[in-house]
């Protein structure tokens, strides 16, 4: 089919093989074919920016992409599950409260309704809330196409402000983390003018390990909305590896973000405004995880 | 164009219709199926004048495409009441004049009934961060929060 004669087509393909022979037909025959899980970014831009006819191909009968799965080995979401369903799942609540918290962050309680984490990774926006998080909880992608299976972490993932390194023909199953496990805990922190319903200006996302003495033996800090991709922060982890937490070596951790913010200025803030806001989000993202990983 | 036939349930019945790929739930809700309670205030998902139950679920019916519905239960604003009886939320919504327009309405009613499914008794607090979705530039929010306060303490009873 040529592309000036493509017409909009809807397909529900129920499995993963079914999902990759569409998005490599279309590939092959340069046809347009646009995932969707969610929707609530895809219907948006297609009411605007960019109407073009296209296959929208529906990955929410597949049954992978709807798991949840929690055990020893690790966590996995996978990229149809709705926030709604996230916010309300009890196992995910337990072991990643800061990765539910940065969903519980996405647009109304409507948009959480449809909205998946998954997509909300996928549009890769700079400020998209559940990017630091999953970086804090070292996730990866779970990444299938015509040429089989890879893994990418997320912060490779995301390559630029609304970019991700997906190939043509290939489609994200779900994200996959290890489980926490005792004694290690996230959280989430976003700065926003308003209550509710906002972009964020900076946003913090913060894994801590303590041992039984209080002794922070693992970290990994991201910051999003300070730079055109989310940024993992090795030096304010290496900032709090060793220490306990106390107010120096916390300091030091949010000095590391200011340094690491690459921010701009626009309507929701000044670079030198999310630089200096950045730290203070992530001092209270650890004191935050570091709570929760006492116990 | 090739039309998608889709198999739903609407309002507690069987429904069937066909639709174009990239028409949205409100579209057809509102012109093939006629079913004009649920509102278009943006299509953008900023509003929450179009917000429907997909199974349960409160979702802007503009941002899922007709075609997505298949197989799933949808309720809009028209299910909400039993037959002639208004919905204790409706009612009140007309006690506390919660509206002007009414444009919202719809949407308001159909999101609360959400909350209210999930929490029989919420805070204010809850109340208006659940309906942050919803936008009304005519009555204002607080009749609408002391509408759905007075509906769950009479829901409760
Ligand atoms: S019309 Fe759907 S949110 Fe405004
Ligand atoms: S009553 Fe007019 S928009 Fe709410």
């Known amino acids: 089919m040529s592309l000036s004669a493509q017409d909009f087509a809807y397909m529900a393909p129920t499995t993963i093989d079914e999902t990759i022979t569409a998005l490599g037909e279309a590939a092959s025959t340069g046809a347009r074919c646009q995932v969707l899980a969610g929707g609530t970014d895809l219907l948006v831009q297609l009411r605007s920016a960019d109407p073009d006819p296209r296959t929208i191909l529906d990955i929410k009968a597949v049954p992978e992409t ?167 922060v090795p030096a304010a982890a290496d900032a709090l590896i060793g220490s306990r937490l106390e107010e120096a070596s916390v300091a030091a951790a949010g000095r590391a973000c200011t340094a690491a913010s690459r921010p701009i200025s626009d309507k929701r803030g000044t670079a030198d405004y999310r630089r200096k806001v950045v730290a203070v989000l992530c001092e209270r993202a650890i004191a935050a995880a570091a709570k929760r990983a006492a116990g | 164009m090739a039309k998608t036939h889709v198999s739903t349930r609407i309002n507690g019945q069987d429904a069937e219709f066909l639709c174009s790929p990239e028409q949205s739930l409100l579209e057809v809700l509102r012109d093939t199926l006629q079913l004009t309670g649920t509102k278009e205030g943006c299509s953008t998902g900023d509003c929450g004048a179009c917000s429907v139950l997909v199974d349960g679920t409160l979702v802007c019916s503009c941002l899922m495409f007709a075609a997505e519905a298949e197989g799933h239960e949808v309720t809009t604003i028209e299910g909400i009441a039993s037959g002639s009886d208004l919905h204790p939320l409706q009612q009140k919504f007309l006690d506390h004049a919660a509206l002007q327009c009414g444009v919202c309405t719809p949407g308001f009613i159909v999101a609360s009934k959400a909350l209210l499914d999930e929490d029989p008794d919420p805070s204010e607090e809850s109340i208006r961060y659940w309906l942050a979705g919803n936008l009304c530039r005519c009555t204002g929010y607080d009749k609408v929060v002391r509408a759905v306060q007075d509906a769950a303490a009479e829901l409760r009873s």
């Open chain 1, 66 to 232: 709807n798991r949840v799965g929690i055990s020893d080995k690790g966590v996995f979401i996978g990229s149809a599950v709705s926030a709604a369903t996230i916010t309300h799942h009890e196992g995910l609540k337990a072991i990643l409260p800061g990765l539910v918290e940065s969903v519980y962050l996405i647009g109304s309680t409507q948009i959480q309704g449809r909205a998946t984490l998954v997509g909300n990774l996928c549009n890769a926006s700079p400020a998209g809330d559940t990017i630091p998080a999953l970086i804090a909880n070292q996730a990866s992608c779970d990444i299938r196409g015509s040429n089989g299976a890879r893994s990418l972490p997320v912060e490779e993932f995301v390559v630029g402000v609304q970019s991700n390194a997906l190939e043509a023909g290939e489609f994200v199953v779900g994200v996959r983390m290890p489980h926490p496990g005792a004694r290690t805990a996230d959280a989430y922190l976003r700065f926003i003018p308003r209550t509710e319903m906002d972009i964020a200006v900076a946003g913090a996302g913060v894994s801590i390990t303590l041992d039984e003495a209080g002794v922070c033996t693992a970290a990994r800090v991201a910051i999003g909305a300070v730079a055109p991709t989310a940024l993992v």
